[in-house]
């Protein structure tokens, strides 16, 4: 039976990653991390106080051009390191295969897209202002709050599906695959830490 990787990645990720990589749907995967990518730009600029300057037609082009070029770089830099990463915890997954799993890994991101747009649309300018001295947002803390479950509620079921795709793709467990996003979380934040005690010492 067919599965439709919108619906099914919920109950079935599993099944639903590997008939996107038997039916080779690249093209998928490319167009959810793009949509993907414009959610996680808006997200960055929420609160910001960034590009207000510019008027609402280019401040939507540039999030639409910054969010598509930045799904693309996702879609590389995740499939090289869920590639790599897998192959060292014992798999045998393809860079093409890891390609095509990515997409249906982004979909609950996808999912938070129209909400956000929605909220950014209503709010306008203010949904991109900075908070006011001791405030946490510019929209109403209801809103905020309600944007900040949504998004961990999808962060959370997106580590699900990526562990149990990332399996797949490499023919071990969901439990592996979860190694390998908590491996890579281990080298970001230890990328980081070195680069932050690095600028510190180079300004003392």
Do not use: C
């Not at 939507?60 to 995740?78: A, F, K, P």
């Amino acid at each position: 039976m067919k599965l439709n990787p919108l619906l099914t990645i919920w109950t079935q990720p599993k099944e639903t990653v590997q008939q996107l990589i038997e039916v080779n749907k690249i093209g998928l995967s490319v167009l959810l991390v793009m949509i993907a990518g414009i959610g996680g730009v808006i997200t960055a600029l929420q609160d910001s106080g960034w590009f207000l300057d510019l008027s609402p037609i280019l401040l939507i082009i540039g999030i639409l051009i910054t969010g598509l070029l930045s799904g693309l770089l996702n879609l590389g830099i995740s499939t090289l390191l869920y590639t790599g990463i897998g192959k060292l915890y014992g798999g045998h997954g393809k860079l093409r295969d890891m390609a095509i799993a990515i997409g249906p890994m982004m979909i609950p991101q996808v999912f938070v897209v129209p909400v956000l747009v929605i909220f950014a649309l209503y709010y306008g300018e203010r949904f991109f202002m900075v908070p006011e001295a001791f405030g946490i947002t510019s929209i109403s803390l209801g809103a905020y709050l309600f944007l900040t479950l949504l998004t961990a509620t999808a962060s959370i079921w997106s580590i699900v599906i990526s562990s149990k795709a990332i399996g797949v793709v490499h023919g071990f467990s969901s439990w592996r695959g979860f190694g390998v996003l908590m491996t890579l979380l281990g080298i970001v934040i230890l990328v980081t830490l070195i680069i932050v005690i690095g600028v510190i010492m180079f300004m003392f």
